[in-house]
């Protein structure tokens, strides 16, 4: 986190909009936005249901004290500045954290904004009985307390390196007391009018709300720009399929703006030659990886045994094994195939932010088949005669599941006929995402329980900071039985020296020093061949042609500027 | 196979009579029932359209020696040449080799599943039509599965049954059973309705009493005069039910419930070449153009059969 | 008839609750999970602590009855309250979707009319089409009509929605923009103009729906309409000396409409339960989407509710079959 580039960060948002322009825009000048999300949102309360289309929605409404910008820098947005070490605003012991909010500030229904409207947002989302999603964003708090009117004060109970997270990104909005003080815990549920309108501080306030179907905004009169929003009103529409919203933004003009279109590479290049709409990409920490294994997973062992560290699993415990699997695969022919412009192949567990995406690895990125049939004639693998390897008449053979999506299809059917090439066979199996992802501990087939050699996802980081993310791979951090299957080290990889230099990133306040650390963690991990990252993922979105001012930004909400959009007229 | 004797004699008394029959010999009827069979020519030309399916599908693979999972990725998206007859995927695979392999699993499953719904659904229909004490249990439970959402009862069925199958019958082939099952149990309910709503009416005509009346056993009234004459609705159920159970399939291989992503069939070929319609027309052509024509040939056959079976129709 | 319907009637109703109760439990027996759709940067304990917030911590059958309560106590007097104005129902708990934590009954109310202008207009014009079709083809079978009747009809039947859909959204809303290719749910019908609107973005769903539901149902009217046309009692009524017209159009029509009308009934609820993939095709979100978003989302009430809804007309319908079948045919008796 450089706080030295805030400002380069709010000069470049400046820099996007052209002076000469903004003089004629006012509020409200732009007329009318249309969105389209194929998966509908469901509230507008985002602690109430952790989507990110939930999230994106409420971004217009809702605002956080601080947000990224699209270069991933920290962005003072209710609050007056970003407090940091050397303002003042975090104490020397990393253990508080102070923010002042602006001055001024409105709801949209003309009251002041104060500090106890961000006590009573700590309050309401860590109830006991709230059920929400971003719980976790206010882990190892002690306490909130408003100094005053405009101050706030977090203590911690741990000296925090990052203490950016509580109040921060699209994630931790403000919302306003007085709506939402008889909604605490149990009671969250049962106000539908505060959580379909929320009163909020952002450039749009809800006019009428139709859960996983349309959603009408118009420009919030109280906004703290009184130029902007430049869209008078916005309709967002949810429903349909990635296709057909493509389709209205591309082909028949219908909507202006339309979110996450995970298209093939070649059906949106055709979409986009009639140039009615173009496309919005960017990079974040989202990445498709290929998991493997340390566990042995056999139908033969009791379920409580099935999968733990008890049994190591008998083929992908062997190093050579795991790098050979990784060898032969093509990953810019991948990448080519199945997202093209809107992925990037890469060989690092931590993808994004850029700083922190290790140099170090990119040798797995060509295709070495001979290496890798080195590697298994090593590992003492021998090619039987339907050319698949054996060894002590055991065959090379690997179970290989991932969710049903059709790229991920496309990339098994790919790898399998790689992995035969150097003598591996892999048995295919796709399961549906409400299963796979789900954690019902009595499925056999999700992610988390991993009866699988070998299972393909995405997956990523919440804002800049990967620690957490690195976390997960700890030793002792792995689903067991015993626990009902939660934890997070799926592939249930356990190194010491990992452990030890994850702790002292966990210490370390230098960012220089973070960074650092971060990527010698990662080298340690893909080094490993503990699991194979085979894609970076984009952002996707598109618009209109018409449409100025959008800056994709893949840290915070891809609205998170929606007051400076406006349409382009010639 | 005759339902009632008697429009069988008037049909023949009708007939001016000649010299010529009085010193034919007796023929076996199913002669007679392929005369007419023959003589349909949507039947003979469905059973010919049919009957080459059957070979595509099931000798080609053994003329046509292209691997359907290789992938050459040079060559993707190709239209037709020698080597492809039928172009390429989106991944280089050969479509011809695609199609062989896939309609063997589609037109198997669309078989078995019509054929196990139907024989659920006649069998509910006319035992609930026919005898009244059974007739409120099992339209009850016909009401439940029409009310069932299809979805979770298919995940149910994946979690309980899915590996039991895999171990007993090998991967592919426990996949094939559950969505046969699946297919069939969730597809006879209207077949179903529809034979007992016909079977209640049936069962009030003359000769159905006339049966009775003579102490004809229960069992012998229904096969041999009650479902000759539920035939008709039940091959329309039979011709709709292919149609539906291979659509179905493919609906459960996009759900990631059916089978293993590298078995290709008809139904998930349709689908995914749906996105690439515009670049690719042919890849949802052939796939729409084989399940019309498998279902197409079916339906004239069904016509032709059930004509031929007619005896008041065999020979007008 | 009238014992008849008025005892199955009463018999309906726990038929229905076992119903319920049995989907109930399939519900939860199938694995799935409410938090599964979230970014995988929720972490699980966090999950967790949802799922207890849903009320998953209680054992399946107090879940269930607690839903049962609300179901046929709750969700009618709040109905009554809103139609009537009364104060019936003060601060009684909801049925509530997990997904939206919203009421679910407020949602289904908000679905209904687009799924019954587009999937019941759809099923009206299908059956509207049908069954002329049905008769002409059978009355004059294996002409050049009853050939071509037949084809369309099977390719209709066989070429799925996915794809006649797309085709469709191609043809006429990309390349020659007649119709839009997204159904707006905001439009209100107020004027000849905004009638007109609501006109055009109904032709291509509703287009689709009438030609699969007019293919099957005229399948089952050609092959009734020729079992009886070769009855006895055609050629007895012929040979009274009746018009042909009344021949097939009175006696023939009346006793070949026993299947024909099984499965219209069966496909009246169906037009509730909606169409799932025209309704995702051409976003129309009605009750068809709302069903299929809550079964990805594993949003159990809205699932449990809606097909609750669901059966009930199932077994409304089916009894309305059978007190048709009585009308049409006399002699069938059910005591």
Redesign the interface.
């Known amino acids: 986190m450089r706080l030295k580039a805030t400002l380069w960060g709010a000069a470049a948002a400046l820099a996007l909009v052209p002076a000469a322009a903004m003089a004629e825009r006012e509020r409200g000048s732009s007329g009318h936005l249309n969105i389209i999300y194929w998966q509908a949102v469901s509230t507008m309360n985002p602690f109430l249901s952790g989507g990110t289309k939930e999230m994106n929605a409420s971004s217009i409404v809702l605002e956080p004290l601080a947000r990224f910008d699209a270069a991933g820098e920290l962005v003072a947005w209710l609050a007056e500045e970003i407090p940091t070490l050397d303002n003042g605003g975090v104490s020397e012991d990393l253990k508080t954290i102070t923010w002042r909010l602006k001055e001024g500030l409105l709801w949209s229904d003309g009251t002041p904004v104060t500090a106890a409207d961000v006590v009573f947002t700590h309050e309401y989302c860590t109830h006991p009985e709230g059920g929400c999603s971003y719980r976790d964003r206010f882990a190892g708090i002690e306490s909130v307390v408003a100094e005053d009117d405009h101050t706030v004060v977090i203590t911690f109970e741990d000296a925090t390196p990052n203490p950016y997270i509580p109040f921060v990104g699209a994630g931790s909005p403000i919302i306003q007391q007085a709506q939402f003080q008889n909604c605490l815990g149990a009671r969250a549920p049962e106000c539908t009018d505060a959580n379909f309108a929320p009163v909020g501080t952002g450039p749009y306030v809800v006019t009428d709300f139709r859960p996983n179907d349309v959603i009408q905004f118009e420009a919030n009169p109280n906004y703290r720009v009184p130029t902007q929003p430049y869209f008078a009103t916005i309709t967002w529409a949810g429903g349909g399929d990635a296709t057909g919203a493509a389709r209205a933004v591309f082909q028949t003009g219908e909507m202006d703006y339309a979110w996450n279109l995970q298209l093939a590479p070649e059906v949106i290049e055709q979409m986009q030659s009639g140039g009615q709409g173009e496309l919005l990409v960017d990079f974040g920490p989202l990445m498709e990886r290929i998991e493997l294994n340390f566990t042995d997973v056999s139908a033969d062992l009791p379920d409580d045994e099935r999968g733990t560290r008890m049994h190591p699993h008998p083929i992908l415990t062997d190093i050579r094994v795991r790098e050979a699997l990784s060898r032969a695969i093509d990953r810019e022919l991948l990448t080519e195939i199945g997202y093209g412009p809107t992925g990037r192949a890469t060989c690092n567990f931590i993808v994004a932010p850029p700083a922190m995406a290790s140099p170090n690895n990119d040798n797995c990125l060509v295709q070495d088949m001979d290496r890798a049939n080195e590697l298994l004639d090593e590992a003492g693998w021998e090619r039987g005669p339907d050319g698949i390897r054996t060894r002590d008449g055991m065959r090379l053979e690997l179970l290989f599941n991932t969710s049903t999506n059709a790229v991920r299809q496309d990339f098994q059917a790919l790898i399998q006929q790689w992995w035969r090439e150097i003598g591996v066979d892999t048995r295919l199996r796709n399961i549906d995402a409400g299963v796979f992802f789900g954690s019902d501990p009595s499925s056999p087939d999700t992610y988390v329980k991993f009866w699988a050699d070998v299972q393909m996802y995405a997956s990523l980081f919440e804002g800049t900071d990967p620690t957490p993310h690195l976390e997960q791979r700890r030793c002792g951090r792995e689903p067991r039985p015993e626990t009902q299957w939660p934890g997070q080290n799926i592939n249930r990889y356990c190194n010491p020296e990992y452990d030890a230099l994850w702790a002292e990133l966990n210490r370390e306040p230098d960012p220089e020093r973070r960074q650092e650390l971060v990527i010698a963690l990662n080298d340690m991990f893909v080094q490993d061949f503990a699991h194979l990252p085979l894609v970076a993922r984009g952002r996707v979105s598109a618009k209109s042609t018409d449409l100025g001012g959008v800056v994709m930004n893949v840290w915070d909400s891809e609205h998170w500027n929606q007051a400076e959009w406006y349409r382009i007229t010639e | 196979m005759t339902d009632v004797s008697r429009p069988e004699a008037e049909a023949t008394a009708a007939k001016p009579f000649t010299p010529d029959q009085a010193f034919r010999p007796p023929r076996n009827q199913w002669w007679d029932v392929w005369d007419q069979f023959r003589s349909h020519r949507g039947a003979l030309l469905g059973t010919l359209v049919f009957v080459f399916i059957i070979l595509f599908v099931g000798i080609g693979p053994w003329i046509w020696q292209v691997d359907p999972g290789f992938i050459d990725i040079r060559s993707r998206n190709q239209g037709p040449s020698w080597s492809n007859p039928l172009g390429t995927d989106q991944l280089g695979r050969d479509m011809l080799a695609r199609m062989m392999y896939g309609g063997r699993i589609s037109v198997a499953v669309g078989l078995t599943a019509m054929f196990l719904g139907l024989l659920i659904g006649t069998l509910v229909g006319v035992l609930a039509g026919y005898f009244r004490r059974v007739d409120g249990i099992l339209m009850r439970t016909t009401d439940l599965f029409l009310a069932l959402p299809l979805l979770p009862l298919l995940l149910v069925m994946v979690l309980l049954f899915r590996d039991m199958l895999a171990r007993n019958f090998g991967e592919a082939a426990g996949v094939f059973v559950l969505i046969v099952v699946a297919i069939g149990i969730t597809s006879w309910m209207q077949t179903a309705r529809i034979v007992r709503g016909d079977v209640l009416a049936l069962k009030e005509r003359e000769y159905v009493l006339a049966a009775r009346s003579i102490g004809t056993p229960s069992r012998r009234i229904v096969s041999r005069h009650i479902l000759p004459n539920v035939l008709s609705p039940i091959m329309v159920s039979a011709t709709l039910g292919i149609a539906s159970a291979i659509i179905t399939e493919s609906a459960l291989s996009f759900l990631g419930l059916g089978f293993p992503p590298d078995f290709p069939t008809w139904g998930r070929l349709l689908f995914d070449g749906r996105d690439w319609i515009e670049q690719y027309p042919a890849r949802v052509v052939w796939p729409g153009l084989f399940i019309s024509l498998t279902v197409l040939s079916v339906n004239f056959i069904g016509d032709g059969l059930r004509d031929a079976l007619d005896p008041r129709i065999r020979g007008r | 008839m009238l014992n008849f319907t008025i005892r199955r009637l009463v018999?309906a109703v726990p038929?229905v609750i076992?119903?319920s109760l049995?989907?109930f439990l399939?519900?939860d027996?199938?694995?799935?999970?409410p938090?599964?759709?979230?970014?995988?940067?929720?972490?699980?304990?966090?999950?967790?602590?949802?799922?207890?917030?849903?009320g998953l911590g209680d054992p399946v059958i107090v879940r269930y009855f607690k839903w049962l309560q609300m179901m046929l106590v709750n969700e009618p007097l709040h109905a009554l309250e809103q139609v009537t104005g009364w104060n019936v129902a003060p601060d009684t708990q909801r049925i509530?979707?997990w997904?939206?934590?919203?009421?679910v009954g407020?949602?289904i109310a908000?679905?209904i009319p687009q799924t019954l202008w587009v999937v019941g207009m759809g099923y009206l014009f299908g059956i509207l089409i049908a069954l002329p079709i049905g008769i002409i083809s059978a009355y004059k079978q294996?002409s050049w009509f009853d050939?071509l009747g037949?084809?369309i009809a099977?390719?209709g039947?066989?070429?799925?929605v996915?794809?006649t859909g797309?085709?469709l959204?191609?043809v006429f809303?990309?390349w020659l923009?007649w119709f839009?290719?997204?159904y707006?749910?905001?439009l209100r019908v107020t004027d000849w103009d905004s009638f007109m609107r609501q006109v055009r973005q109904m032709v291509l769903p509703v287009s689709v729906l009438a030609l699969f539901n007019a293919a099957?149902i005229s399948?089952?009217m050609r092959?009734?309409m020729?079992?009886n046309l070769?009855m006895?009692y055609v050629r007895t009524a012929r040979a009274k000396g009746l018009r042909e017209r009344t021949v097939v159009m009175v006696h023939v029509l009346r006793n070949s409409m026993?299947?024909v009308?099984?499965?219209i009934a069966?496909g009246v609820?169906s037009v509730f339960s909606g169409a799932i993939i025209t309704?995702?095709?051409?976003?129309?979100?009605g009750l068809g989407?709302?069903?299929?978003?809550a079964?990805?989302?594993?949003d159990i009430p809205m699932?449990q509710t809606l097909?609750f809804i669901?059966?009930v007309l199932?077994?409304l319908f089916?009894l309305i079959?059978d007190v048709i079948?009585g009308i049409?045919?006399p002699?069938?008796?059910?005591d």
């Not at chain 3, 989407?289 to 978003?293: G, K, P, R, T, Y």
């Open positions: 018999m038929t076992i119903i049995l989907i399939l519900l027996l199938a694995p799935g999970d938090t599964a759709q979230l970014p995988l940067t929720i972490p699980l304990e966090v999950r967790d602590e949802i799922r207890l917030a849903l509530l979707s997904q939206s934590r919203s009421p407020d949602i908000q679905r294996y050939q037949t084809f099977m390719v039947f066989s070429v799925p996915f794809f797309v085709v959204i191609l809303s990309v923009g839009p290719s997204m707006d749910t905001t099957q399948r089952f092959a009734s020729l079992d070769n006895d026993i299947p009308v099984t499965v069966l609820p309704e995702t095709i051409f976003r129309v979100n989407a709302l069903l299929i978003n079964i990805y989302a594993n699932i097909t669901f059966a199932i077994v089916n079959a079948y049409l045919d002699r069938i008796r059910y």
